[in-house]
């Protein structure tokens, strides 16, 4: 008897998934055993199938017994608390970048997030339960409210207790100076900047109001490493990227960095609107990353040790199931149960996302005030359970029958925003399709045993 699966025809072959994320590659031959003759199947074969959980050998009671905790360990992340803590400090942003998905703008202080807010949010923060918690400082450039932050992280640690707090901070650099190296040394932050290529290319997308934002990145990143602190990157990629793979790849190696993390353009704040001059199809896109993760492949082969972000998240769910608590990639998604964003001016949303869209003018993922919610009434609210309900991949046609479903995720603010649905439309999804084209490449790779070894040692 076999056990409930997925499957899809991957070039010659098919590739099967379960729910405990596991899956197996079968000639045409072998699944039709698997479906109507097991016994027929080869040994080797056949014992893999069911050290898997495709074959069921066994009394039924007695499998679940011995197979529901793979299960559960696979979701083992819908038992943490809610983790991380995004703390929209500032509105205000020394760059123009073409894309901007916070619709980030000059003005005033005014869009500052004040100490009494920033209190507030902390103390709803520490009381989201769970021993470890991450906050993460963004914006608009959240350098612009560094006193800010510096009362976050002071009062946090002042009330914390028993508490592990790690801080991360995505900034453009520019502002960076040794005060503020100081204070990340001190506390140990990670810090995440955005690089998208060479300096032509990262200066078209990420226009600096005053200076050079590629030189001032790189002179900062310079500093970082010099006090010995982490630093990373991601990259976006625009129509003026998608043709430059290797390049680009080759920018991050010039600039000292081994890992990239490609990144898609996502349709919210400046980049929904501009989606005519900078955007491009999923189809596109995934050519770009495809080039681009053989190209970092090659290096591999040639003795550079260079990995994709994207790849790696997604080869540890395939490859070690481990249940990785990557927001976007998750069933149910991050939103409101693994994350909350606390926006500037005390706003609480689901998400960054929620956020995002909210600085379009729809507060559609907004759950309250810090001024008057408690943590029971963020998990409990209507706006955290419908973005739930939503993202249970099992639960949705399309994907509760793709081979993916284990490893993937959806979006439903993304979803929203494109059609007005928090259910997206499958397949015709940007996402989907990213995602479809992303885990296609990542088992074309798998099937290929030297291959293989190298993305084993990515993980």
């Known amino acids: 008897m ?3 699966f997925n499957f899809k025809k991957h070039g010659e072959d098919y590739l099967i998934t379960n729910d405990a ?9 072998e699944l039709g055993m698997l479906l109507f003759d097991s016994d027929n199947i080869n040994e080797l074969k056949k014992d893999e199938l069911i050290r898997k959980g495709f074959l069921v050998s066994k009394d039924k009671e007695l499998f679940i017994n011995d197979n529901y905790h793979f299960v559960r360990g696979y979701k083992e992340y819908l038992f943490y608390h809610t983790s991380l803590h995004i703390f929209v400090v500032t509105t205000r942003c020394n760059q123009r970048c073409i894309y901007c998905q916070a619709s980030a703008k000059s003005a005033d202080k005014s869009s500052n997030m004040s100490i009494d807010t920033a209190r507030k949010a902390v103390n709803i923060a520490m009381s989201s339960g769970g021993e470890y918690l991450t906050f993460e400082f963004q914006g608009g450039e959240p350098l612009l409210n560094f006193d800010t932050i510096k009362f976050i992280v002071e009062y946090a640690e002042s009330i914390k207790g028993d508490k592990v707090i790690e801080y991360n901070i995505v ?18 932050f ?9 300096e032509t290319l990262h200066n078209k997308n990420r226009p600096a109001v005053m200076g050079n934002s590629y030189l001032s990145m ?7 490493r010099k006090r010995g602190l982490s630093i990373s990157a991601i990259q976006t990629t625009t129509c003026y990227s998608i043709f430059n793979p290797r390049e680009i790849v080759n920018a991050y190696l010039k600039l000292g960095f081994y890992d990239i993390f490609l990144r898609p353009l996502t349709k919210l704040g400046f980049a929904k609107n501009r989606w005519k001059d900078i955007g491009y199809n999923a189809d596109e896109f995934v050519s770009f990353y495809e080039e681009a993760l053989n190209y ?14 994207h790849a790696v998240i997604l080869l540890r769910k395939i490859l070690e199931r481990r249940p990785i608590n990557y927001m976007e990639l998750r069933s149910p ?8 964003a606390y926006y500037y001016d005390g706003g609480v949303y689901t998400c960054d996302e929620g956020r995002m869209l909210a600085e379009m003018g729809d507060k559609s993922f907004y759950i309250g005030n810090v001024d008057s919610l408690n943590f029971a009434d963020i998990v409990k609210s209507p706006v955290c359970k419908a973005v739930c309900s939503a993202s ?51 088992f074309g790779l798998i099937k290929d045993d030297d291959k293989l070894k190298i993305l084993e040692e990515w993980i």
Do not use: H, W
């Open 2 to 4: 076999y056990n409930y």
């Open 21 to 29: 994320g596991y899956y197996s590659f079968l000639s045409k031959e």
């Open 171 to 188: 900034s453009n650099l520019m502002l960076l100076n040794e005060e503020m190296l100081d204070f990340f040394s001190k506390y140990n």
């Open 190 to 198: 990670n810090i995440s900047t955005s690089i998208d290529g060479d």
């Open 218 to 224: 790189k002179k900062s990143v310079d500093k970082i």
């Open 296 to 309: 970092i492949v090659e290096l591999n082969e040639n003795g550079v040790k260079m990995r994709e972000g």
């Open 333 to 340: 998604c991050g939103a409101g149960i693994g994350q909350l």
């Open 392 to 442: 249970c991949l099992e639960t949705i046609p399309y994907c509760s029958d793709c081979v993916y479903q284990p490893y993937c995720g959806i979006c439903p603010i993304l979803s929203y925003s494109e059609t007005g649905s928090l259910f997206s439309q499958m397949p015709a999804d940007f996402k989907c399709k990213v995602y479809m084209g992303i885990l296609d490449i990542l």
